[in-house]
């Protein structure tokens, strides 16, 4: 944008709005960072479990932009692939990519302390905690914050405000007052909880830990993604409403019903199952889409201020730091701060769609396909050809989580991709002769 | 709702505001309404010119409900049909349905008004001008507002509130903090403007008054209502943004050379067309949608608040009209008012959703089809299908228009007829044998 020592605000210092300011200060920028809440190194931060993420290779190309990659990498256990258990405890394997290939649960307040203290060594960045956003005056670009550890107002002025704070963004908010701006929230079904598989005695992890579990029931599922400290966070996603729901269940004794006849592997693992399904949480899954994502050259929103997703991808956050990374790209390539704030939005408001498409998709695969033997067979064809022709075909999941290729382009070739193997497995005895050369032809002829 | 007496609240004394209240009131309950503009019947509303609207059945039943439908028929001038206007300035006629089936042309103003003084007959209906509802509190049920000629806060508890304040509902933007509330706002590319065709000296109309005229022509179009006072309030549609658009039309000159290469019949009785361009605002146009429309038995919203939609089925007072009929219908089938409210929002923003995909459909038919030859074909055998079976097909926009079919059956029954009349128009000579026994077997038998 030209100019430097430009005076910028983020609002919302969770993971994507410390990230960004952070790359902001590197490219010179004054940097304001107002938060609604306490300092989170400081204070305990009330709110449910704090849960762990799946970062994959488009949150670490931004992290490596912030130069926090190897520090981050630390924090992470790598997962390889998805192990499913089903009613009898059986487990199946699926490999996530090529050997190597993983995504890496990490623990979203380790992620967030880390990014905040390497904000901290730019002398260009100040926090601002406990700041509410109660308004924004498009005309004059001032934000009107209340200070709610000193009960008081606090007016500021900036050249431009990036609104980093999530799927419920007071920033966004004021935007949807403003002509032509499209927006759209719409909430799933289902709802979901926290729940825990703690450690053994020794520290060490009662399954499997380099690999995300999931025991896919249809309308129900449970995954689970380790920790460092030798526990897993568990998450069961679940009706809301309903003959099995979060409003049917009300006694310890229904929980522990529900679970013995639904996830009986995992149960034997959870000795504080029930305390903790009430004591933690309900929370709901909501998509949220706008169009634009900027008011001029003013406001931008990023993260899920701008794109909230379901979280059946493990993109969330991905995604989010996505946004940081190609605006930096994009920062040097435009002089006049309007030319960017509109390229920008028009490049990556496509992107945030195509992702909550996808994610809300494999919300579908995850709780009924991956249980599903001629969905593994479908995949395996895939994975087999892959390997043969790597430049004619990367698997969906490959393109959205190790490759960056935007989301928009990877939903089209997925869609593409759909279309050929919904052919090939209509071929009479696929099961016999997947992986034969004649297979592997007809599959390469559709391609060209 | 069982008990009378009860304290309920309309937000929005706008037409669909005015006639809930008058209904409501005819119920026993004790309505206060409030609204944020000064009263209309005393003072000028600054604002848009005052548009006219096209009242049709689903509304004259609302208004038969309230007791005034008489008087308000007085105000009306009937269209029989739409008159095309092509660029050479030959006319082209369609009726909207059956012989004396007509839409009414009606001034908004007049109709508030009108509807207004009945309410102020009843006892139990209070209006409070110039409050501008500020806050919802969803625990108390109270309702915040800021009184802005005695600059004072207001705050009022109610049983039941009701939400009819607009595309820009406030009472919405309360709820769509609320869990599992679905939202979406869409803005179409195109904006409006409104220009007159002044009446002649002599106080008559300068073209056909018995007629909705149509000026089509694919991105641009134009639309004339007829007023009582001689006049035609006339509304350009057009692109927002780019090569011909409002963005880039700047001067008189290039508005008279646009106007005269485009609508050269209409520029002839528009003699203030150039001042009245530039003195009038420029609006946009949005679709709203949202589910639920209640919160819990405490919030419900009705008219544009949860519906607002495209002018372009001249349906969107006619649908908010119909929500009160049909809340009206229903509150003596319900003791407890939560099961009336889960049922009314279950029931009827189906209906609001499909209402909206409607009118954006009737865009594209209004500006595209109506000059297509084609198209007007496929109407003629319509109607003389719908002729000779009357009870096997009544026309889309009969459906839509002339019945009180809900909009989610007339939109799915639209579809099916679509389909039929795809499959007879790919008929060879289609439009010599159109009226021939052998089509309309070929019809009956589609239908069956």
């Known amino acids: 944008m030209g100019e430097r020592n430009k005076k910028v605000a983020v609002v919302g210092a969770g993971l994507v709005g410390s990230l960004h300011a952070i790359l902001l200060a590197k490219k010179g920028y004054d940097v304001d960072v107002f938060e609604r809440r306490p300092d989170l190194r400081k204070a305990k931060i009330i709110g449910g479990r704090s849960i762990n993420l799946a970062l994959s290779n488009r949150g670490l190309k931004a992290l490596r932009y912030a130069g926090v990659e190897e520090q981050i990498q630390a924090m992470c256990i790598p997962m390889y692939g998805r192990k499913m258990h089903d009613l009898q405890g059986n487990l199946t394997y699926q490999p996530y990519g090529k050997d190597g290939e993983a995504i890496f649960s990490i623990s979203r307040g380790g992620l967030n302390q880390t990014l905040m203290n390497h904000a901290d060594h730019f002398d260009n960045v100040r926090y601002f905690f406990n700041h509410r956003c109660d308004d924004l005056d498009l005309e004059k670009n001032e934000l009107h914050f209340f200070d709610t550890e000193n009960n008081q107002t606090v007016v500021e002025q900036y050249d431009h405000i990036f609104g980093t704070d999530g799927a419920f963004s007071a920033v966004r908010n004021r935007l949807m007052k403003t002509p032509m701006f499209n927006y759209s929230q719409e909430y799933l079904s289902h709802g979901y909880k926290e729940l825990i598989i703690p450690p053994n005695a020794d520290g060490s992890h009662r399954i499997d830990k380099n690999c995300l579990h999931i025991w896919p029931r249809g309308e129900f599922m449970l995954i689970a993604l380790p920790n460092l400290d030798g526990s897993f966070t568990v998450t069961l996603f679940f009706p809301m409403e309903g003959e099995t729901s979060f409003a049917s269940i009300q006694t310890e ?14 149960v034997e693992v959870m000795p504080t199952l029930a305390k903790d399904y009430f004591d933690n949480p309900t929370a709901t899954l909501v998509t949220v889409r706008c169009n634009p994502w900027n008011f001029e050259d003013k406001v931008m929103l990023m993260g899920d201020a701008a794109h909230a997703i379901v979280p059946f991808y493990g993109q969330g956050m991905n995604a989010g730091f996505e946004d940081c990374s190609v605006f930096y790209e994009m920062l040097d390539n435009y002089q006049d701060p309007m030319t960017l704030f509109e390229k920008y939005s028009a490049l990556r408001a496509p992107d945030g769609s195509a992702i909550a498409d996808l994610a809300l998709y494999n919300y579908i ?22 390997e043969l022709y790597p430049d004619k075909w990367l698997p969906l999941y490959s393109q959205v989580t190790f490759s960056h290729t935007r989301y928009s382009e990877a939903l089209a070739n997925g869609e593409k991709q759909r279309k050929i193997m919904d052919e090939i497995m209509q071929i009479p005895a696929i099961e016999d002769i997947w992986d034969s050369p004649v297979i592997m032809e007809k599959i390469l002829n559709s391609t060209t």
Chains 1, 2 share one sequence.
């Open 253 to 266: 004794e229904q929980v522990m019903d529900f679970f013995n006849a639904t996830f009986p592997d995992a």
């Open 365 to 386: 695969e995850m709780r009924d396909l991956v249980g599903d033997e001629s969905f593994l067979l479908r995949k395996k064809i895939e994975r087999k050809f892959s």
